[in-house]
């Protein structure tokens, strides 16, 4: 069997804060394949972001620790030093930011960032290298790829600026994309247009990608298999058509009920997740979503459940009462 484009085993994260240590990643583990789609979804504060910036080696060892093993097409990442970590990451791994304007540098035009990551990750000559920028501007769908290459990143569109993004990191052909929030800032046909260009370049080069979003309707169009994470673990993992239709977590439940429907007007009230995250600081004794749970029971709060696979496929859930009230009204 081939190796997982991306495998991810026991991944915890701790940072160092003025009020102690704190744990926003805990225990995480998955893979994804070649050819396909992972969607990592979940609230703000679940740990999404910090999984992925993990994975890639942008935190900080003065301030974080990383444990747990990533492996990237059976390589391990978290073994190597940091200098061959960069390099590797660079090459077959990259990553798109929510906000290009923010990930592009001010200063610099689109051609000359486009070219670092060539000039640092092939062979190509000069001329080859601006040849090859045209091709990848061309290529995400931009129609004027001489004067994008020239401009600078504040003179251009959030759905352009997305698909520089976008070319910046498939310049080497990498086997592992990472998609964190790639369509938040955008209006719903810039969205779908980005969407349409990674699923096209995910079937004409056969990377796996990532995509991190608390949007149901990116999963639903882009994923095959979902993580469902909260406070910092993993509380349900299945394929996405299972999630969608037959969801075993309550808090996984809640997100989908909180969903606008087609028929929702302006004036719909929406279902609500009453109450927060917990924080990191005080996380409970038993399961992290009981106070926010209406099935939650004493044993909720005093023992942490383990994340247990269901006897058919893969659909592995964390929670005492999965088996007990699937199908209960929350």
């Known amino acids: ?86 390099q590797l990451s660079g090459r077959d791994m990259a990553m798109i ?25 092939t062979a190509l000559g000069r001329a080859q290298r601006q040849e090859k920028i045209l091709s990848l501007l061309t290529q995400v769908g931009i129609a004027d790829p001489v004067r994008c290459a020239s401009a600078w990143p504040h003179e251009l569109s959030g759905g352009m600026r997305q698909r520089v993004m976008i070319a910046m990191a498939i310049a080497v052909s990498p086997g592992l994309l990472i998609a964190d929030e790639p369509t938040t800032a955008l209006d719903a046909t810039i969205q779908a247009q980005i969407l349409d260009l990674l699923e096209a370049i995910q079937q004409q080069t056969g990377m796996g990608i990532v995509i991190i979003t608390h949007d149901l309707s990116v999963v639903a169009r882009l994923c095959q298999r979902v993580v469902v994470l909260y406070a910092g673990q993993v509380v349900e993992e299945t ?10 977590h309550p808090y996984t439940r809640a997100l989908l ?18 109450g927060q995250v917990p924080s990191l600081h005080a996380l409970p004794a038993g399961c992290a979503y009981a106070d926010r749970c209406p099935l939650a029971q004493p044993r909720c709060r005093e023992q942490p459940p383990s994340l247990r696979v269901s006897g058919w496929g893969h659909h592995a859930v964390r ?12």
């Open 239 to 248: 394929d996405v058509h299972t999630l969608f239709s037959r969801p075993r």
């Open 1 to 86: 069997m081939a190796e997982p484009r991306l495998r991810v085993e026991q991944l915890a994260v701790r940072f160092a804060t003025r009020q102690g240590v704190v744990s926003p990643v805990r225990g995480i583990s998955f893979t994804v394949n070649a050819h396909e789609t992972l969607g990592i979804i979940g609230e703000s504060g679940c740990g999404k972001s910090v999984t992925a910036q993990a994975v890639m080696g942008l935190l900080s060892p003065r301030t974080s620790r990383v444990d747990g093993e990533i492996a990237l097409a059976g390589k391990r990442l978290d073994t190597l030093s940091s200098r061959a970590r960069r």
């Open 319 to 330: 929670c005492w009462r999965a088996d007990e009230t699937e199908g209960e009204r929350l």
């Open 97 to 121: 930011f929510q906000d290009p304007l923010a990930s592009l540098n001010p200063v610099m035009t689109v051609g000359y960032q486009i070219d670092e990551s060539l000039r640092l990750h």
């Open 257 to 274: 009920a909180a969903r606008p429907s087609a028929d929702s007007t302006p004036k719909t009230t929406l279902t609500e997740i009453r």
